[in-house]
Nanobody, 124 residues
Framework: QVQLVESGGGLVQAGGSLRLSCAAS????????MGWFRQAPGKERGFVAA????????YYADSVKGRFTISRVNAKNTVYLQMNSLKPEDTAVYYC?????????????????WGQGTQVTVSS
């Protein structure tokens, strides 16, 4: 069982930056691939970024490539999402998720565990 708690969301102006954190419980965090997803009002939950547990390979949605960076510190049981050059269309609730697998990391159905989400609002 893995419990996930996100933090770091807030209100920021366009062009600004935020860093989201996701703290995980459990002693096997290092063996979980981690993902970030987001959901805007009236839209489906969509993939943002993921990091594979076997080799820390990272994956990004096209809409965030070059602006967002996912990373993890296994010693702290934490995964991060550094978000730069934020745009109003990045406004959403951001969720972190954990999966013991190494493939299909851009699909929400791959993930077994989810956090409660943190709101990110980007003003124009």
């Amino acid at each position: 069982q893995v419990q996930l708690v996100e933090s770091g969301g807030g209100l920021v102006q366009a062009g600004g930056s935020l860093r989201l954190s996701c703290a995980a419980s459990g002693r096997t965090f290092s063996r979980y691939s981690m993902g970030w997803f987001r959901q805007a009002p009236g839209k489906e939950r969509g993939f943002v970024a993921a990091i594979r547990w076997t080799d820390d390979r990272t994956y990004y949605a096209d809409s965030v490539k070059g602006r967002f960076t996912i990373s993890r510190v296994n010693a702290k049981n934490t995964v991060y999402l550094q978000m730069n050059s934020l745009k109003p269309e990045d406004t959403a609730v951001y969720y972190c998720a954990a999966s013991p697998t190494t493939s299909g990391l851009d699909f929400a159905t791959t993930y077994n565990y989810w956090g409660q989400g943190t709101q990110v609002t980007v003003s124009s």
